[in-house]
């Protein structure tokens, strides 16, 4: 995955999500952008569907991503919006979603997610929630709708990973915290790190069918993502001061900045036939060794073939004994 020269694009860290697609013409393509209510997922459908893209946004709050429709239809987005409901810890509602989906599907935007929980909490299957919501409910969705990925000839799918991937290899001997103590910045860490892998894994599977996948590091910005976080742990970030207010640091992004990469993945014409590789403000990122001191760029254990293939049969064997 990484033979081949980095890709570089002309586009950089402060670069809008409506800038990366300017002049692209996405009409006819069907799209669907888990967790397009909110965040980030919210700039990244406005900014496909304003390419030309028919959006579903699949999310837990459906009402929401209606006003959101509405909202954009009121601005004339060239494109258009819809709304689904999707639950991607439950897997009833991954597998209601897929019956639901008919017809071809081009670009699938796996952005929902859930950040640090404090506590180890389990779906109804028995996984550990942040495990269940990032990565297995992404994969349920992702191999579900295989057949409407290949219909489209040349689909993509794009993984909204992070950079706390880099201190968390996936661990096989213990993914869902049973023997190990629970951490929750290592369990968010694993489970972003399973989502590039992911990414590899699409790739190396379904290559075959035209099937491409990528993961992004969308960077720093204020979302509901950080809902979890307590605030002496905003403080030691950064983001925080003592009186409580959220500091904005100079290398926050804003949400249509930090949706500038996944849309660069998802619509641009550069990355035509490109997959299992890893974006970091709208390039490709540097591949480095990983661990607890690293600041950037993609561990290697994150783009580990072996690494992907081991995962890929870990998740069917967790869906098949569900």
């Known amino acids: 995955m990484t033979a081949n020269p980095r890709l570089t694009t002309p586009f950089h860290a402060r670069t809008t999500a409506a800038e990366v697609l300017d002049g692209v013409d996405l009409t006819g393509r069907r799209m669907i952008?888990?967790?397009g209510a909110s965040g980030i997922g919210v700039e990244t459908?406005?900014?496909?569907?304003?390419?030309?893209?028919?959006?579903?946004?699949?999310?837990?709050?459906?009402?929401?991503?209606?006003?959101?429709?509405?909202?954009?239809?009121?601005?004339?987005t060239p494109g258009t919006i819809r709304s689904s409901a999707l639950d991607l810890s439950d897997l009833a509602s991954v597998d209601a979603f897929v019956a639901a989906w008919q017809g071809p599907l081009d670009v699938l935007v796996a952005n929902a997610g859930i950040m640090a929980i404090p506590t180890r909490q389990l779906t109804a299957v028995g996984w550990e929630l942040q495990l269940a919501t990032n990565h297995l409910g992404h994969f349920a969705l992702a191999r579900g709708l295989h057949d409407n990925l290949r219909a489209a000839q040349a689909a993509r799918v794009v993984m909204v990973s992070s950079g706390a991937h880099l201190?968390?290899?996936?661990?096989?001997?213990?993914?869902?915290?049973?023997?190990?103590?629970?951490?929750?910045?290592?369990?968010?860490?694993q489970s972003k790190t399973a989502e590039v892998l992911l990414a590899v894994g699409i790739t190396r599977q379904w290559a075959e069918d035209g099937i491409t996948a990528n993961a992004l590091n969308p960077g720093y910005i204020f979302?509901?993502?950080?809902?979890?976080?307590?605030d002496d742990t905003m403080r030691a970030?950064?983001?925080?001061?003592?009186?409580?207010?959220?500091?904005e640091a100079e290398y926050y992004k804003?949400?249509?900045?930090?949706?500038?990469?996944?849309?660069?993945?998802?619509?641009?014409?550069?990355?035509?036939?490109?997959?299992?590789?890893?974006?970091?403000?709208?390039?490709?990122?540097?591949?480095?060794?990983?661990?607890?001191?690293a600041t950037g760029g993609?561990?290697?254990?994150?783009?580990?073939?072996?690494?992907?293939?081991?995962?890929?049969?870990?998740?069917?064997?967790?869906?098949?004994?569900?």
């Open 33 to 35: 952008v888990t967790g």
């Open 254 to 293: 804003k949400p249509d900045q930090g949706a500038s990469t996944t849309v660069l993945l998802a619509g641009s014409p550069l990355l035509d036939g490109v997959g299992g590789r890893y974006f970091d403000d709208n390039q490709e990122a540097e591949v480095v060794p990983g661990g607890p001191d």
């Open 223 to 230: 979302t509901n993502l950080q809902r979890h976080i307590d």
């Open 237 to 247: 970030m950064g983001a925080m001061d003592e009186a409580g207010n959220l500091i």
């Open 167 to 189: 201190a968390a290899p996936f661990d096989f001997d213990d993914p869902q915290f049973e023997r190990r103590e629970y951490d929750p910045w290592s369990a968010y860490g």
């Open 45 to 76: 459908v406005r900014a496909l569907a304003g390419a030309g893209a028919e959006v579903t946004i699949a999310t837990r709050n459906p009402r929401a991503a209606d006003r959101l429709a509405e909202e954009f239809a009121t601005d004339a």
């Open 298 to 322: 993609v561990a290697a254990h994150a783009l580990d073939p072996a690494a992907a293939d081991r995962l890929w049969a870990y998740a069917e064997k967790a869906l098949a004994s569900r």
